[in-house]
């Protein structure tokens, strides 16, 4: 009996946390998003990243899996150090 109850209460705790993963995966997605917008998409001469537009876009829809590797590529390329408090 013990056992069921401890896999009925997993099974409810389960999706919480896969949503909190998400969640910090977008907050940080948004942030890499925004610190790449301000200071690299922007600066002038700078030629259009079509890929890390792709990137942002894919953020925004929610694909960090996708997003996040980009941008952080992008913005480690150009000397900046990434946000510690969202790293996954």
């Known amino acids: 009996m013990k056992r069921i109850l401890l896999s009925l209460v997993a099974l409810m705790l389960a ?17 890499l998003s925004a610190i790449f917008r301000k200071y690299v998409q922007n600066a002038q001469g ?19 899996a996708a997003a996040i590797p980009v941008l ?13 408090e969202f790293k996954p």
């Open 15 to 31: 999706p919480s946390t896969a949503a909190e993963a998400q969640g910090s995966d977008k907050a940080y997605c948004t942030e």
């Open 46 to 64: 700078r030629k259009v990243d079509v890929e890390a537009l792709t990137a942002m876009e894919d953020c925004q829809k929610g694909n960090t």
């Open 72 to 84: 952080e590529q992008r913005l480690t390329r150009s000397g900046f150090s990434l946000p510690k």
